[in-house]
């Protein structure tokens, strides 16, 4: 074979050079950020936020949060991304439908599911989908399954009756996740996965999901990860990563009854009946690309970790803040004795709501769990932003962070403690701390299970807190405490969760 000759072969690393630096050039002075403020290492290369994130495992949240100290409320984080922490600017990122928000195309890859609604990128290709599911998941759909969700939390409360009998030591985080998978598996398809009934609440669907979640920074940077890891015989995935296996598990049994749905839909005498979420996936005047079987897998994929996660999250962190202060429990269950007489007593969505002192402690939850900790983007395709003196050119991906709106002191003072009685101080003076509370996000693409979750956590916390006491066990709250950013936002290196022991049943 011919050599090149020389001068050419020299040419082409002068020209690979000749590129990069015409790059870096380009974003620096040219690039429509180039007047925002950042590190000039941010605004050249992808490579700034992978070394946070992947090499020093989750750690961009900080970094962002040290940009910010540095250089102001508005920051050029990445090449084509800006970050803003000022609550008060949070609804013009997360705005209503009628003012068009995309998802960033650099970083739907995170999620592993390209056909699903959380990362479908058009406005209105978003809306439609949404659409098909926005009476399943309406607060007047949750409130006609409430007997389901009361019926998990019965089936909880005999596992924690059991466990205070035998003196077995309960993760609390599992069991919770454990419920709030069996209530989105059962609203999702009609039929629950029964995750109450395993001995360790089948804590390999929780540990997968959690790394499924770190890996999607690692996603966005290398997508190609996910076709390969899908490839696998999955003798040999389980052989690499056992939790990736889990989680390729769970993938077959969402394909099998999406398949199942798909299935029963095309019978005659099923059609226009949708009894489940899944069921108005699958109704046939939808377009064929629509109600594919990679679609469904996707959609029901999403809904089963984002419908479990993060309302568990939720509950681990009221259960921690309320074993840790007992008088903030006894309050608690003195208001809950208005609409629960006993602790065998149960009490409705609707009644539970117009308890002020339990909506604080809920509130308090979700402020200190934060939902999603990693930022996500909203791009205004057609609009210019308007932050301050900045003009946001129409097109660049914008975000804030949940963590930094709800540790905000200007907005919650002392922002570290659980203190319940802010919101009720607050609601003295007329003010509204509710819309500083961003779990679920805002906007057009608010979180769909918004009504689901809130039923779970008055439900829940009512009807375990009212009925059980309970001792929390080698349990600290740096195992509550976020430290790096893994989507769901992640507690010390080597957590054992938060575990508690039941100790017995309220008297009265």
């Known amino acids: 074979m011919d050599l090149l000759p020389v001068p050419l072969a020299a040419l082409i690393p002068a020209g690979i050079l000749a590129y990069i630096i015409a790059g870096v050039i380009y974003r620096l002075y040219f690039h429509p950020l180039s007047k925002f403020p950042g590190p000039k290492l941010a605004a050249i290369t992808h490579l700034y936020e992978f070394y946070f994130n992947l090499v020093k495992g989750g750690m961009f949240i900080w970094e962002i949060e040290r940009m910010h100290q540095q250089y102001g409320p508005i920051v050029r984080i990445t090449p084509h991304e800006l970050h803003i922490k000022d609550p008060q600017f949070y609804d013009e990122i997360y705005a209503p439908s009628s003012r068009k928000r995309e998802k960033y195309v650099g970083f739907v890859a995170h999620f592993g599911t390209p056909q699903s609604m959380v990362t479908t990128i058009n406005h209105d290709h978003h809306r439609l989908r949404r659409g098909l599911l926005n009476s399943y998941f309406s607060k007047r759909s949750v409130m006609r399954l409430e007997p389901l969700i009361q019926e998990n939390i019965d089936k909880l409360s005999k596992r924690f009756g059991a466990a205070g009998k035998s003196g077995a030591i309960i993760r609390l985080d599992a069991a919770f996740t454990a419920l709030t998978m069996d209530i989105i598996t059962h609203y999702s398809y009609g039929k629950s996965y029964n995750y109450l009934d395993e001995d360790d609440f089948k804590l390999s669907w929780k540990e997968a999901v959690l790394e499924a979640s770190a890996n999607g920074a690692m996603l966005r940077h290398f997508p190609f990860v996910l076709t390969i890891s899908k490839s696998m015989p999955p003798w040999l995935l389980k052989k690499l990563d056992p939790q990736a296996a889990v989680l390729l598990e769970i993938q077959h049994m969402v394909r099998k009854q999406s398949l199942e749905s798909l299935e029963s839909f095309e019978k005659a005498e099923n059609k226009g009946s949708q009894a489940t979420a899944f069921d108005a996936l699958c109704d046939p005047s939808l377009p064929p690309e629509e109600r594919s079987i990679d679609r469904l897998q996707d959609e029901g994929q999403i809904l089963l970790a984002a419908g479990s996660e993060t309302t568990a999250k939720t509950l681990t962190t009221i259960a921690f803040y309320l074993l840790s202060n007992k008088a903030l429990l006894s309050k608690l269950r003195e208001e809950l004795k208005k609409v629960m007489p006993t602790p065998l007593s149960t009490a ?161």
């Open 348 to 508: 409705s969505w609707t009644e539970l709501e117009h308890l002020p002192y339990l909506g604080a402690v809920i509130n308090e939850g979700l402020r200190l769990s934060y939902g999603v900790t990693t930022r996500l983007p909203r791009v205004a395709p057609t609009e210019a932003l308007r932050y301050k003196d900045w003009v946001i050119p129409p097109g660049t991906p914008v975000s804030e962070s949940s963590y930094f709106v709800h540790m905000d002191p200007s907005i919650f003072p002392d922002p570290g403690s659980f203190d319940p009685e802010r919101w009720i101080r607050a609601a003295e003076k007329g003010e509204r701390l509710d819309r500083f509370i961003v779990s679920f996000t805002k906007g057009s693409r608010q979180c769909l299970g918004i009504n689901l979750a809130y039923a779970e956590l008055f439900l829940t916390v009512a009807g375990i807190f009212r009925r059980f006491d309970m001792e929390l066990h080698e349990t600290t709250v740096d195992d509550v405490r976020l430290v790096r950013d893994r989507f769901f936002g992640a507690s010390r290196d080597g957590s054992m969760g938060v575990r508690a022991s039941i100790s017995g049943t309220v008297d009265s």
